[in-house]
């Protein structure tokens, strides 16, 4: 491989994420696409391949809200944009605009909304009012509503410019919903619709250019509202003259409402004052006067049949995108969603126009407290939700002449940050374990007759879920059963067996038949783990549908070999792993945990804070006694890792040293000698992360001070310690903190070395040895270092990455070319931005 003879090309393969558990923070829009936060990420999926394309940067916080301009309820006023919009609002009060350009898909980040709100944003709305504007409001926790215009460019790249029309205060009963409508009858006025913690709806008016004033409140409700949407105009007699909006409540209810054009103006003095509340204004409701216009609002139906909090409520989109002379017809449809773990159609009925409740979809799965959100295709043909664990649901009407809600594949993740990740020790699939409390395996999944462009990846099992983030994972090589140990916070190593069913289902990935048992192996295999009932109840508050969550309602896990990737709640129940031991020593939560490359033993390390907990525990594969207790550190080691011939244990530590252990095995496995040969102080701050050479004696470090050190192993010739640690070479100073650090060589003298920082960019480093003597432990090699390649910031993380970890040279597979030496090499990652992360390049 060539150091530096042209740059290396990369390509993002696969991205896994879960989506934050925020209402309104998913958006499906009009180009077909879907758009969710995960952490301070804006990710994009494709619902019709279940992949996510990718991650959009740009927010420090918490991404709370995401909606499309046009959305789907809009398509047909925006036909002749290239592009398509999407607004972002973060937990910090930022609104990100960003445009996609249709013809390529591809991103670029047009603005930051000026006058950001001084706490988060919590919802977001916008409507589309001809081929070249558009308005949408945001609101806040701070109590404040702003009012903005948004020109279109008609074509890709041109400029979009934002004029704020008005900035509306709430007071302390801040609101978390919106919608907005173009008035029937009056299309130069705007109607907004919002609601919150006061438990009323309150609707304001204005021109599109002038201020909005507040025109009415509709009371009804009586605990939180939590979402609102507009249909389009619906036509009565011939004429567009009324609208209805939909209000879902924490009270369990949905509410729809009428607007209704009045065919005379003089009759305006219908009761709505603040002074009493008559009868007749529960029926008929205030009027609400715009121009020379009013409207008569009415209680049209109330909506009974959900069990818990009724999140999210929204309006089938139009029958057709395809208009003539810019009309559609809306459909009366009502798509809601609730904390009752279902989601919920509504219609009226033909004959008596009464509301009906006719599909109802839903997961019973002891891991889910509902739904946060429910959304409509551009077609109408399908339906999407997000739930508490970050999970997607995703529903297609597959029947012809009836309805047929089935399941579809949807992309998952973790929903909280992404500690760790580890390659399977065939390469056939990735590891990788949360704060989320969860650990997960991702694997690629198609035909070898398939190329492996086409390969997709999805989740596969959901080995471990825990009571405790776990925060660090190792993968235990060699034969016998798959077997991984994990650590979190908790004082405890545990060890998982691979089940016979997770081992049957590889071999329908794409590595079918790579995974085959070794003769004795399927006698040991076990066939799978159920979850303890006290397992089964999540989160500090119980669903009131209490008959859906006992123990005898929720079906036993039994575990499955799966032909198709498995979809949300078939990993939930069917995929865990059992636990086989416990590993106890530990004075402190576990922090990071490594294996040699023999599978015989294994390193660990806790949380610590003192020379007495800081050590280092050797445990033997198999038996799991411990055989070593490793002194050197007075803070936590943040991270451990075995030379490629396992004479070496490399650590570093948070008090910024490093520590090398040399390890002889002695006694046929029965005794391990470990001696400290060599302890330094690296780098000024933290060391977060080390690396080996695969091919020798040199490791790199990468600290908090933003260096990345490369270092060799000599035998000393002096007197003492049979070894010492020399420095060899420093690369130029990175501008963020470096995090994570991953060696990959295709041979002794060249290598490429990953480089993640805590803004989320990688970096690639080759890594060339000019001057190596065999045989001569006491001279030095020197080794020079050039940059590759900066990976695009929109396949990068947003935050700190965690980890990188590139698949084993022996097990990359060649190229179809005809250069025999040219193979695809793959990098994984994970990060603080809840997602993992898998990229390719030809080396």
């Given at each position: 491989?060539?150091?530096v ?8 393969v696969?991205?896994?994420a ?5 209402v309104?923070?998913v ?6 696409l879907v ?55 973060d937990a ?12 390529d ?32 409001a ?27 029309l ?12 919106l919608?907005?409508?173009?008035l ?11 609601g ?27 605990d ?14 011939g ?19 009428k607007l ?21 204004s ?43 002379g ?14 009752d773990?279902?989601m ?18 839903g ?24 739930g ?7 529903w ?19 929903f ?6 580890a ?12 704060q ?7 694997a ?7 190329p ?9 099992a959901?080995?471990?879920v825990?009571?405790?983030d ?5 993968i ?5 059963n ?11 190593a ?24 070794d003769?004795?192996?399927e006698d ?7 979850m ?5 109840g999540e ?28 979809i ?30 023999k ?81 330094e ?31 060799g ?52 480093w080759?890594?060339?040895?000019a ?33 990188l ?27 603080a ?11």
């Open positions: 491989m060539s150091p003879a042209s740059p290396v090309e990369m390509d993002k696969f991205i896994g879960g989506c934050n558990r925020i309104h923070n958006s499906w829009g009009a180009s077909g758009s969710f936060g995960a952490n301070n990420a804006v990710a994009i999926f494709c619902p019709n391949t279940a992949q996510i394309l990718t991650t959009l940067p740009g927010h420090k916080a918490v991404v709370n809200c995401t909606q499309w301009i046009p959305s789907t309820k809009d398509a047909f006023k925006a036909q002749q944009l290239e592009s398509h919009f999407l607004l972002s609002g910090n009060g930022v609104i990100n605009l960003w445009e996609l350009t249709l013809k898909r591809k991103w670029r980040h047009v603005l930051q909304v000026p006058e950001p709100h001084k706490r988060g944003v919590t919802c977001i709305s916008g409507i589309v009012i001809c081929q070249t504007v558009a308005i949408f945001s609101t806040s926790s701070d109590g404040s509503v702003y009012v903005w215009e948004m020109v279109l460019p008609l074509r890709a790249a041109g400029d979009c410019r934002l004029s704020r008005d900035s509306l205060s709430v007071g302390s009963k801040s609101m978390v919903a919608s907005l409508a173009v029937p009858g009056a299309s130069e006025h705007i109607l907004i619709a919002m919150g913690l006061d438990n009323k709806v309150h609707l304001y008016c204005g021109e599109r250019t002038g201020k909005f004033v507040h025109a009415c409140e509709l009371k009804g409700h009586t939180w509202i939590r979402c609102l949407d507009f249909s389009l105009p619906i036509c009565m007699d004429e567009k003259d009324s609208l209805l909006l939909v209000s879902s409540s924490q009270d369990k209810c949905i509410r729809l409402w209704a054009l009045h065919q005379s103006p003089a009759n305006t003095n219908i009761p709505h004052s603040n002074t009493g509340i008559s009868l007749m529960y029926i008929e409701g205030p009027v609400l006067v715009a121009g020379s216009k009013t409207y008569q609002i009415s209680l049209e139906s109330l909506l009974i049949g959900h069990e818990d909090w009724v999140y999210s409520v929204e309006w089938k989109p139009p029958a057709s995108s395809s208009s003539k810019g009309d559609v017809s809306p459909s009366l449809s009502i798509l809601s969603a609730s904390m773990k279902t919920m159609i509504w219609q009226p009925e033909k004959t008596t126009g009464i509301w009906m409740n006719v599909v109802t979809v997961e019973l799965s002891h891991c889910a407290l509902g739904f946060y959100g429910g959304h409509w295709s551009p077609s109408g043909n399908s339906i999407l939700s997000h508490y664990g970050g999970s997607f649901h995703h297609k009407n597959v029947g012809v002449d009836f309805d047929n809600w089935q399941p579809q594949k949807v992309p998952s993740g973790h909280a940050a992404v500690t760790d990740i390659w399977g020790r065939s390469g056939e699939y990735i590891l990788s374990v949360s989320d409390q969860t650990s997960r395996v991702f690629p999944w198609g035909s070898k007759s398939e492996r462009a086409s390969y997709s990846w999805h989740e596969i959901r080995p471990q825990h009571g405790h776990i925060n660090c994972v190792t235990i090589p060699g034969k016998g798959y077997r991984f140990v994990s650590g979190a916070d908790e004082k405890v545990r060890v998982f067996e691979g089940p016979l069913s997770f081992l049957k289902t590889l071999n329908y990935t794409a590595f079918k038949n790579s995974c085959e048992l003769d004795d192996q040991i295999q076990i066939l799978g783990a159920n303890s009932a006290l397992a089964r989160g500090p508050e119980k669903s009131c549908n209490d008959s859906m969550d006992n123990i005898e309602a929720i079906p036993d896990a039994v575990p499955s070999v799966f032909t198709e990737p498995p949300e709640e078939q990993l939930s129940f069917h995929t865990l792993w059992p636990e086989s031991h416990k590993l106890y020593g530990h004075g402190n939560e576990l922090f990071s945990l490594c294996c040699d490359h599978g015989k033993l294994v390193a660990s390390a806790c949380k610590a804070q003192s020379a007495t907990v800081a050590e280092i525990w050797i445990w033997q594969v198999g038996s799991w006694k411990a055989v070593g207790r490793l002194h050197s550190y007075n803070l936590t080691v943040t991270q451990m890792e075995f030379s490629h011939d396992d004479s070496f244990l490399l650590s570093v530590s948070r008090d910024r040293h490093i520590s090398l252990f040399s390890i002889k095995q002695t006694g046929g496995m029965d005794e391990v000698v470990c001696d400290l040969v060599a302890r102080e690296a780098h000024k701050r933290i060391i977060w992360s080390c690396s080996w050479n695969p091919f020798g004696h040199e490791f790199a470090t990468g600290s908090r001070d933003k260096t990345v050190k490369v270092w192993v000599v035998k000393d010739a002096a007197e003492g310690s049979p070894y010492s640690v020399k420095p060899l070479l420093t690369l130029p100073q990175f501008k963020s903190s470096v995090s994570a650090l991953s060696w990959f060589g295709s041979n002794s003298d060249d290598g490429l070395l990953a480089v993640g920082m805590e803004s989320g960019l990688i970096e690639l080759a890594l060339s040895c001057r190596r003597i065999p045989g001569h432990d006491l001279v030095l090699p020197e080794f020079t270092a050039s940059l590759v390649r900066q990976l695009d910031p929109f396949v990068c993380h947003v935050s700190t990455v965690h980890r970890a590139w698949k084993t040279p022996h097990l990359e597979e060649k190229t179809d070319d005809d250069n025999s030496s040219s193979r695809m090499v793959q990098l994984a990652s994970c990060g931005d809840n997602c993992v992360r898998v990229f390719q390049m030809r080396v």
